[in-house]
Antibody, heavy 119, light 107 residues
Framework: EVQLVESGGGLVQPGGSLRLSCAASGFIFSSYWMSWVRQAPGKGLEWVANIKQDGSEKYFVDSVKGRFTISRDNAKNSLFLQMNSLRAEDTAVYYC????????????WGQGTLVTVSS | DIQMTQSPSSLSASVGDRVTITCRASQSISSYLNWYQQKPGKAPKLLIYAASSLQSGVPSRFSGSGSGTDFTLTISSLQPEDFATYYCQQSYGASWTFGQGTKVEIK
């Protein structure tokens, strides 16, 4: 069974940093593109970033470029999102998602971790 | 960036009704269009990919159609468990975007 478990969320002050982690199991992690998607409280979904199987390609939504980085450790079946220079508008539940690249779709979703940026 | 516009933003329907949600892209996206269902407090769930392909395990009352800029999600006979918010999402190009969502409520 595919499992994606996010961790690392919490309360952080504006301008601060946070690192999210996603532990993957139930599939061959190194064979899949992975994404982060976020959802502000009471709002819609926003794709944030994704990363190729070997980490050689990474893409970001414009609003986080230069502030967020995405990485992975295939030996530890883990995905990361390093978030720097955080703003109030980054407050959201962050989901770790496995892609099905053949169809360019967000196939399996974790349950999410809440990041709150506030003073 | 490609903008995705869903309509309506919300609708009220009864069990057994046929429901149609539309999604329009700001430019042609071929068939790179996916649909997700989200229930309160839960992660989204993939329903339809590549505009019209049903994800494994999804009931056949869900269907998708369209290509280019205009797409539809249809629920042929609404069931109690279908009351949720539905999102379209384009995967054309490197930066992906979602529609704003359509909330399907009980009439």
């Amino acid at each position: 069974e595919v499992q994606l478990v996010e961790s690392g969320g919490g309360l952080v002050q504006p301008g601060g940093s946070l690192r999210l982690s996603c532990a993957a199991s139930g599939f061959i992690f190194s064979s899949y593109w992975m994404s982060w998607v976020r959802q502000a409280p009471g709002k819609g979904l926003e794709w944030v970033a994704n990363i190729k199987q070997d980490g050689s390609e990474k893409y970001f939504v414009d609003s986080v470029k230069g502030r967020f980085t995405i990485s992975r450790d295939n030996a530890k079946n883990s995905l990361f999102l390093q978030m720097n220079s955080l703003r109030a508008e980054d407050t959201a539940v962050y989901y770790c998602v496995r892609e099905l690249r053949q169809h360019l779709v967000l196939e399996y979703w974790g349950q999410g971790t809440l990041v709150t940026v506030s003073s | 960036d490609i903008q995705m516009t869903q309509s309506p933003s919300s609708l009220s329907a009864s069990v057994g009704d046929r429901v149609t949600i539309t999604c329009r892209a700001s430019q042609s996206i071929s068939s790179y269009l996916n649909w997700y269902q989200q229930k309160p407090g839960k992660a989204p769930k993939l329903l339809i990919y590549a505009a019209s392909s049903l994800q494994s395990g999804v009931p056949s009352r869900f269907s998708g159609s369209g290509s280019g800029t205009d797409f539809t999600l249809t629920i042929s006979s609404l069931q109690p468990e279908d009351f949720a918010t539905y999102y379209c999402q384009q995967s054309y190009g490197a930066s992906w975007t979602f529609g704003q969502g359509t909330k399907v409520e009980i009439k």
